[in-house]
């Protein structure tokens, strides 16, 4: 009788003892990770939420990501038109100045060398690229959309595209011919060649076209130029927008996360003490307990 007690006793002191040495290890896991959740069994509910939020905080960060990197093309596109547009001025300057009449064949031949050269700085900027990919060649990124000697565009007529929310997408380029072409078609006059035939009528003494159709020519570029960068402009407004609502919804699931699976480290801290006193006691009433009886020890 008094064996069956005293092993009963035994089982009972272990019982105690594993269940505050759980309870203490369970602290210190909060105290040393400083979450409140290490393992599904901590809060099965919680644990789920937790995963369910560090989800969405990934996403959030990762359409973060895609706008920066929008961003950078409209920037460098932006760039890019605005120094064509700059050419397409000096052009414009040059027949105007061809038109008046006050200069000879001369005077026209030389400025038709320099529109020739306004061909290949308008195809430099053409040719932009960003982080190693071509701005305007749709998406075959890796192929000039403006080759030399050619006049044509040669990039292909997809648009790339990048996810910027749920459900959410934005271009992130425009096509040679949308930026650069009047009308804004895949048939429509190029910058280049509106520059190539400028020099060609330069050329032939042809002021009647130089007057005419190629001043107005220029003037329409201007236009096209005007509207493409305002299109940028417009979807980089967007982008902008979107980046800090997105900043905005990153801090708040944060937030949530870290109250979901955060640890109260002041309350852990005092927890850690009041368990350690706890076992402390467990483990010499166990000792007091366990020690073995006169009678046992006689059998």
Do not use: C
Not at 137 to 159: E, I, R, W
Not at 277 to 296: E, F, H, K, M, N
């Amino acid at each position: 009788m008094i064996r069956s007690t005293n092993n009963q006793a035994a089982t009972h002191v272990l019982d105690d003892l594993q269940r505050v040495s759980a309870n203490l290890q369970r602290t210190q896991r909060k105290l040393s990770t400083g979450k409140e959740i290490n393992q599904v069994e901590d809060d099965p509910v919680g644990a789920g939420r937790a995963l369910f939020l560090r989800s969405e905080v990934s996403d959030v960060q990762q359409y973060q990501k895609n706008i920066n990197e929008a961003l950078g093309f409209q920037d460098a596109s932006e760039s890019a038109m605005s120094s064509v547009q700059d050419i397409m001025k000096r052009a414009k300057e040059l027949v105007v100045q061809a038109g008046n009449g006050a200069l000879d064949q001369s005077g026209l031949n030389n400025i038709a060398a320099e529109i020739k050269q306004l061909v290949e700085a308008a195809r430099e900027s053409m040719n932009g690229t960003y982080a190693g990919r071509y701005l305007f060649s749709g998406t075959a990124t890796l192929t000039k959309p403006f080759p030399s000697p050619g006049l044509t565009y040669a990039g292909d007529d997809n648009v790339m595209q990048r996810v910027i929310g749920q459900g959410e997408q934005v271009d992130l380029n425009l096509r040679g011919w949308e930026a650069f072409s009047v009308p804004p078609t895949t048939g429509g006059q190029n910058a280049l060649q509106l520059l190539d035939q400028i020099a060609t009528d330069l050329q032939s003494g042809n002021r009647a076209a130089l007057g005419n159709a190629d001043l107005q020519g220029v003037d329409n570029m201007l236009d096209q130029l005007s509207a493409a960068r305002a299109q940028v402009g417009a979807r980089t407004n967007r982008l902008e927008t979107q980046q800090t609502r997105l900043k905005d919804t990153e801090l708040n699931v944060e937030d949530l996360l870290s109250k979901t699976e955060d640890a109260d480290m002041a309350k852990a801290m005092v927890d850690f003490s009041m368990q350690q006193s706890i076992y402390q006691s467990a483990l010499q009433s166990g000792a007091r307990v366990l020690q073995p009886s006169l009678l046992d020890f006689l059998r």
